[in-house]
């Protein structure tokens, strides 16, 4: 059975490329939304700022949030570390235990970013 090959043509034009006409994203821009997008990209973590959503004022104690995920508490706090460094919530200590409360707008503002510099894209 023969194979019919297409021929190899040029593709090198001047008119192939167009004008970079928006704002782009600087490097560090990009390594810093990565991050963030990463602490983002976790199960445990989406399901974590979900809990403390639905609590009431979007703020929940560590002991109310390890049964619904049933993970151990250390690796709840490490998730929960991981979610506040990235700014989604913030860490208060009370006596023993910590809350932890959502940040109004985190999630909007990420999505804001990248629509400046994403917009483009359908």
């Known amino acids: 059975m023969a194979l019919d090959l297409l021929p190899v043509t040029s593709t090198a034009s001047t008119d192939c490329c ?3 006409t928006g704002s782009t994203m600087s490097a560090e821009d990009a390594e ?3 991050r963030t997008l990463k602490a ?3 199960p445990a973590r989406l399901r974590l700022l979900s809990i403390i959503a639905a609590h009431d004022g979007g703020e929940a104690c560590v002991c109310d949030l ?3 995920v049933r993970l151990s508490q250390p690796t709840v706090s490490h998730h929960l570390k991981v979610l506040t460094e990235a700014g989604f919530v913030t860490r208060e200590k009370r006596g023993v235990w910590a809350y932890y409360t959502l940040v ?3 999630v909007g503002e990420l999505g ?3 629509r400046l510099h994403l917009g483009g894209v359908r």
């Open 18 to 20: 167009s004008p970079v």
């Open 112 to 114: 804001a970013h990248l």
């Open 32 to 34: 810093r939304t990565a």
């Open 40 to 42: 983002l990209a976790d």
């Open 66 to 68: 390890t049964e619904p």
């Open 104 to 106: 109004p707008d985190a």
